[in-house]
Structure formats: structure tokens, C-alpha cells
């Protein structure tokens, strides 16, 4: 009865049902004050007079006036009954749908996840889309790398293909809607943007219910090249070692396959490959190839049956062969044991033009070899020649001032490199207060050369095992233990790096001005390079671990200081891009060092660079304003972000051209999406799971609408009744006093 009278008070107000009804007294009365009352009541019922009308009418008036009693009894308790009912607002439900690459995916070899997902909400008169755009105001949005609105007649002609799925970013962008729920079709594998399961708690704080209804096979087999790491600027001949990082799915562990490695058109390499059902690394080493310019290098993993994708297995990137010798001039004191070694291994180098110059030696050596000369160069094009100059335990006042000038501008502003071997008598110290000394990448504290105790040992930094030189060409975990082995050592004078130098290696208990002993550091300075080396006992790799290991540290060395002076030429307009390669959506970091014809820095607000697309005759060519950089006049900067793959040239403007090189990129069409194609069901009940939603299963999406339906926002609304203070109720006691009276009149008691 009481359901009944709550569900139609409930159609009433407008609300589905009542959900609460509260009794309440607006008036609380003491308990001893209310049983006075009622025994008063008592006794004024049974008044005496009553017994003498007979019965019939001794019940009719102990009935009046008990209901009169009643009445007042209400008037003074004041009761009153609170109702609560929900009404149910607007909603608003967004449907999310991915068009990412990986939804072409066919898992089943017959319809795609894009394929099965458009037929789940809208393959019907009565669809998902009818069933809640009946009830609900909905929108309908397609993402990959970017939100697109969708009319929901158009749905079966969008097709997917876009690199990245940003679920995470879709998600994101919902958070300035109004809505209730979102629907996200998607085979969860996001790649790019924010963290969709951070994204989905903080709409889910807000109320918003997601739910996920991922599309695909979590455990299809699949294998997919990650990366590949190499050097891209190679000499001719030389061998040209690759580590790619394979990923491959649980159910292809122990199967075998072949990597086959082109470059140009030409097959260089194939190695078998035993899947590991999880990441691994492969090594393959490129024999030399006596060959001039750029080249593609394609790399390929030999598909396997039933693998889910083959476009992933691919991958793309360029090599460069420099068709030009290094030249480096290596000045030298006295000879010394680290002279002798590294002379060996400058002149076995044949990527290298090397002049030795001896201050202190046989001054008839020159005579007899034709790398040697008799004295420094005289200042002028023959100076700017070199890409490199080693500075050994030389006396600053060997050279004259004008000399040390041209150095300073080598690598200021001619991308030339300076590299500065320590020893016991002029360097660093004799160059204290000279024009090379802000060239160098640490502090002359002292002059007083000084033994280290055997137990402080070299030790490579963090950075330095970033990078070939200080890795010895050998792991980690071996190269710490090949510095190790160098102690003790003799070191230059008091050094400190400077700030923004790296430092490369460490003695790691020596400190100076309270850090460690900068034993190999670097800075970039203007356009070009210094380097520090603050011991001349490096040749001791030699003895105490093998020859290969000093061979590597030097000719790293070398590569790094002037292969950039290398590429750059001598032009007054250098360009440079941060890299050669890029994958679509990557942005292109430009630099550019500007000379006036007096070879000084140009002080301007701007500098403008043409692009332009290699073999498009469709491509307009842009032109891109670079920005000063900040502290540092002639140097400009700016981003790019190429539209499409293929390859693209950066070029100065104007009469600028003549005094400027051009630099090449390629730019990839590589899929994110193709890494990692399996569905993502983890990442589904996560999303899920902080926003109080639930993982819709495609063959359950029926049940989607009644979901949704659930997640509408209700308003809760309150309706109180004072069933004391009525008229009808003081017109019902006027009716039983009135009756009562009437009654004992015709008894004649009154």
C-alpha cells in the first residue's frame, strides 16, 4: 500500500519514485506533560453525563470526543512527513572512437577492429547510437594524434589511419564538456599524450563514467623493429655497427626468423633472429663500403604466419658517407710517452690528413716525413685548413699572439675543435690569462702537477657512458672497470670544470672547489668544440687492459671534436639540424651561426631559412624565421614540423644562399600504432576502474545503453507536509465539537 501511494505521490512531483519519507514532530513535548494530557483526556471522555444516554449514544459521544481529542493531540505534537524524490537531468554522452592505424588491424583475417566497432553502435535501426540518442543528447568523436567531431551518418565513411592513438589526449579534452558518460571504442593501445588512466580518475572525481570497450586480440602474434642505433656519418670502409631493439609477443618465443638489412638496393647484412616473446637487442655489423653520399638503410624482419602485422616489421633511415679526410695538426712539447702512442694512432687512422709539429724535438724530423712540419702555419687560409688541433705539453709562449687569435676564431666561429692534452710542465697553466683560456672547458686553479693515491681511481660519469668516448667501446659495467685499472695517476694542475662544461670521466675522490677532479671534459664554445684531458698517462690502457681500449677512447675522441667542422664547411651562414632522421610527427630543431663578411657575429632580430620537399613538385616552399638565441649573438633557432614524410632540404634565403650550406632530413612515415598492436585490456579496466565505470565487452554492447542510462545525473528534491496545520483539519474539529455539542443538546446535558 505503501509503495503504491509512494509511486504515484512520486508521479506527482515529476520523480521516477519516492526514495525517503521521514515522520517528524515539530513539536517536542515532554513525555509527563503528554500522559497528563491523556488521563485529562480520559477523564473528560468518560465524564459522568455519558452515563446517562443510553448506550447507543454514549458511543457516538465518547467517539466525537475522542477524535476532537485526537485532533488537538495533532495540533499540539505538530507532525510532519518529509518526502525525498530524484529527478533525472540532462545527459549528455560523448562516444569516443579510435582511428588510429592499429584499428586495421584484422585479428580475426575478416573484419578489422574499425570495422567491427562501427557495426557494434550503428550497424542497425536499433543500434548502440539509436538506443541512447533517444534518451540522451549525444556526440559522436573520432581521434588518433587529434579530435575530430563526427556526424553520426558519417560514420561508416571515416577510415582509420592515423600514427598515434592519444587516448589519453581525447580524454582530456572532455574534461571542459558537460557530460555524464563516455563510451570509448578502442583497442586501448595508446601511445602518445597524457596517461589515459590519469585522465579518466580525474574525470571520474567529477562524475563522469567511462566505458571502455576494447576492440581486438590482446595475444596475436606480432614482432616489430623498436629502434635501431647506429652512427649515420660514416667514412668510407669503414665497418658500421647496428643494435635494434626487437619486440616480439609471448606467443612467437623460440620461433626463428631472418633480419635483413639493405642499403640502397644493395642487401648488406642478414642474421637469424630467435624471438624471445619480449624485447631484445640485435647486433649486426656492416662490412665497408667504399661508397660516396647518402644512402637509404632499410632494415626487415621476414614475416611468420598468422603474424598480425608485417608493416611494423620495417624500418627506415639514411646513412652518410663523408667523402673527406679529417685534418688535424697535433702540436707537441717534448716527446713523451702519450705522444708517442696517440701519434700511432692518428697515423693508422686513414680517415685522417694529420701534420705533427715537434717544439722541443729533432728539427730535421720535418725533413724526412711529410707529416711533419717545421713550424706552426703561418696565420691565414692555410691556419683555417685544419679541423682539429691538439695542443700537448706546448708553452703558450711558443705561439704568437695573432696565432692564438686564429685559434680562438677556428672554433668560435669556424666550427673548428681545440682538444688540450695535460702535462707536467706548460698545459694547462702556461695559458692561463691567454686568449685560449675561455675556450677551454674547465678552470686553471694552480700550477703544481700532483700524484693521486692509488685508491682514487677514475670512473666514467653517467654522461660520459651516454656517449662512445668514454665507454672505451664496451659496456657499462666494463668500462668502469677499465678506467679503474688506470690508477695511480699524475694530473694536471688544480682544474674545475666550468659550468656548462661535461665532464666526461672523474677521479672520484679527488675534488676541487669541492667537485670531483674534471679528468675528460668538453664544452661547445660559439660554433666549435674544446675538449680537456688532464692526464698524459691515458697510454697506460694500454699496458694494464689492451691496446684496442686507448685506440677507442682517441678515435671517438677525434670523430666527435671535428667531424661537426667537417660537415659544416668553412661558409660564413652554417645550418645545422639537431638530426637526420625523424618519425612523422617529430619536430625539426634548427640552428644557424651567421658571419658578416669581417667574420663577426650578425646582431639581428631574425635570421630566415627556405624549406622545401626533395621530388615534390606539389610542395610550396616555407619559409621559417629563426630566433636569436638568447646571450649568444649570430646564433639563431627554431622549430619545424614537417607535413608529411619524405625528404626535405634547409636553405638560406636571398643572396644568403652563396654563403651557406644546405642541410638534408628524412622524415619517416613510421606508426607508433604498429609497435605495439595487441589490444590493451589492462589498460581498459584501468580506465574503468578510476571512473566508476565498467569494461563493456563488444559482444555485451547491448547492455551499453542501460549502463549509460545509470550514469545520468539525478537531482535530489525535498517536499514537506505539515499535516497540523491545515484547514481541512481545523474545519474537521469544528465538525466533531460541533457534533458533540449537538448530540448532548438533544440528551438535553447541556
Given amino acids: 500500500m505503501l509503495d503504491f501511494l509512494y509511486s504515484n505521490l512520486g508521479r506527482i512531483f515529476g520523480a521516477e519514485e519516492i526514495t525517503k519519507v521521514q515522520w517528524k514532530l515539530g513539536n517536542d513535548l515532554p513525555p509527563t506533560f503528554i500522559a497528563f494530557i491523556l488521563v485529562g483526556a480520559l477523564v473528560f471522555v468518560i465524564w459522568s453525563p455519558f452515563r446517562e444516554a443510553i448506550p447507543s449514544r454514549r458511543v457516538l459521544l465518547v467517539f466525537l470526543r475522542l477524535c476532537g481529542i485526537l485532533i488537538l493531540l495533532l495540533v499540539l505534537l505538530q507532525p510532519q512527513v518529509n518526502f525525498e524524490f530524484e529527478e533525472k537531468g540532462v545527459s549528455r554522452v560523448y562516444v569516443l572512437l579510435d582511428r588510429s592505424e592499429s584499428m586495421t588491424i584484422k585479428d580475426d583475417g575478416q573484419e578489422s577492429r574499425w570495422e567491427k566497432a562501427v557495426k557494434a553502435f550503428s550497424g542497425s535501426s536499433d543500434g548502440v547510437l539509436q538506443q541512447i540518442g533517444n534518451d540522451h543528447q549525444l556526440e559522436v568523436m573520432t581521434f588518433g594524434d587529434k579530435i575530430n567531431n563526427l556526424n553520426v551518418e558519417d560514420i561508416e565513411e571515416e577510415l582509420p589511419g592515423a600514427k598515434s592513438s592519444a587516448i589519453g589526449s581525447a580524454l582530456d579534452g572532455m574534461k571542459e564538456k558537460e557530460l555524464s558518460a563516455v563510451l570509448l571504442f578502442s583497442d586501448m593501445a595508446w601511445n602518445e599524450g597524457v596517461d589515459p588512466v590519469r585522465v579518466a580518475g580525474e574525470l571520474g572525481r567529477r562524475g563522469v563514467a567511462l566505458f571502455p570497450v576494447p576492440i581486438g586480440k590482446s595475444n596475436s602474434p606480432d614482432a616489430s623493429i623498436l629502434s635501431v642505433h647506429y652512427r649515420d656519418r660514416v667514412f668510407p670502409g669503414e665497418e658500421i655497427p647496428l643494435k635494434i631493439q626487437i619486440s616480439s609477443s609471448p606467443e612467437l618465443e623460440g620461433l626463428t626468423t631472418d633480419l635483413v638489412v639493405n642499403l640502397g638496393d644493395e642487401e648488406v647484412a642478414r642474421q637469424m633472429v630467435t624471438y624471445s616473446g619480449g624485447q631484445q637487442i640485435m647486433e649486426i655489423v656492416i662490412k665497408g663500403r667504399t661508397l660516396k653520399g647518402q644512402f637509404p638503410l632499410k632494415l626487415e624482419l621476414e614475416g611468420i604466419e598468422d603474424e598480425i602485422s608485417l608493416a611494423n616489421n620495417k624500418a627506415e633511415r639514411s646513412l652518410t658517407f663523408i667523402d673527406e679526410k679529417v685534418k688535424v695538426l697535433y702540436v707537441e712539447g717534448a716527446p713523451r710517452w702519450e ?357 563493456i565487452r563488444l559482444e555485451d554492447i547491448d547492455s551499453v545503453s542501460k549502463k549509460v542510462e545509470e550514469s545520468r545525473p539525478k537531482t535530489v528534491n525535498k517536499v514537506s507536509f505539515r499535516l497540523w496545520d491545515h484547514p481541512l483539519l481545523y474545519l474537521l474539529l469544528l465538525f466533531v465539537a460541533g457534533g458533540e455539542w449537538w448530540q448532548r443538546r438533544k440528551l438535553r446535558l447541556v
Fill in 339 to 695: 705522444y708517442r702512442y696517440l701519434r700511432t694512432v692518428l697515423m693508422r687512422d686513414a680517415r685522417l690528413d694529420i701534420k705533427f709539429l715537434m717544439t722541443k724535438g729533432d728539427p730535421d724530423l720535418a725533413k724526412y716525413s711529410q707529416e711533419y712540419i717545421g713550424e706552426f702555419p703561418s696565420v691565414g687560409e692555410s691556419t683555417l685548413d685544419f679541423d682539429l688541433v691538439i695542443l700537448g705539453d706546448v708553452n703558450a709562449g711558443y705561439f704568437e699572439d695573432r696565432q692564438l687569435d686564429w685559434m680562438v676564431k677556428q672554433v668560435n666561429r669556424l666550427g673548428g675543435s681545440l682538444l688540450m692534452l695535460g702535462g707536467s710542465v706548460f698545459a694547462p697553466q702556461s695559458y692561463a690569462g691567454t686568449p685560449l683560456e675561455p675556450i677551454l672547458p674547465v678552470n686553471i686553479n694552480g700550477n703544481q702537477w700532483n700524484t693521486v693515491a692509488n685508491e682514487i681511481v677514475a670512473s666514467p660519469t653517467d654522461e660520459g657512458l651516454a656517449g662512445r668516448i668514454a665507454t672505451l667501446g664496451v659496456d657499462e659495467a666494463k668500462a668502469r672497470n677499465l678506467w679503474a685499472q688506470l690508477s695511480p695517476l699524475y694530473v694536471a694542475a688544480p682544474v674545475s670544470a666550468k659550468p656548462g662544461a661535461s665532464v666526461l670521466v672523474t677521479l672520484g675522490k679527488k675534488q676541487v672547489s669541492g667537485l670531483p677532479y674534471p679528468l675528460v671534459a668538453w664544452q661547445r664554445f660559439g660554433s666549435g668544440k674544446s675538449m680537456f684531458v688532464g692526464t698524459e698517462l691515458l697510454w697506460r690502457l694500454r699496458k694494464t687492459v689492451g691496446r684496442q681500449f686507448h685506440e677507442n677512447f682517441w678515435s671517438a675522441a677525434i670523430q666527435f671534436l671535428s667531424l661537426s667542422r667537417l660537415l659544416g664547411g668553412n661558409e660564413r651562414i652554417t645550418l645545422e639540424a639537431d638530426r637526420n632522421r625523424y618519425a612523422s610527427g617529430d619536430s625539426v630543431r634548427l640552428h644557424a651561426d651567421v658571419l658578416d663578411d669581417f667574420l663577426e657575429p650578425v646582431d639581428a632580430d631574425n635570421f630566415s631559412v627556405s624549406v622545401s620537399k626533395i621530388e615534390d613538385p606539389d610542395f610550396e616552399d616555407q619559409e621559417l624565421d629563426l630566433r636569436p638565441t638568447l646571450g649568444s649573438k649570430g646564433f639563431f633557432q627554431g622549430y619545424y614540423l614537417p607535413p608529411a614524410p619524405g625528404e626535405y632540404e634547409i636553405f638560406a634565403t636571398g643572396t644568403d644562399q652563396e654563403m651557406a650550406n644546405k642541410i638534408r632530413f628524412t622524415v619517416y612515415d613510421e606508426s607508433l600504432e604498429l609497435r605495439r598492436p595487441g589490444m590493451r585490456l589492462d589498460v581498459a579496466e584501468q580506465i574503468a576502474m578510476k571512473s566508476s565505470g565498467e569494461v
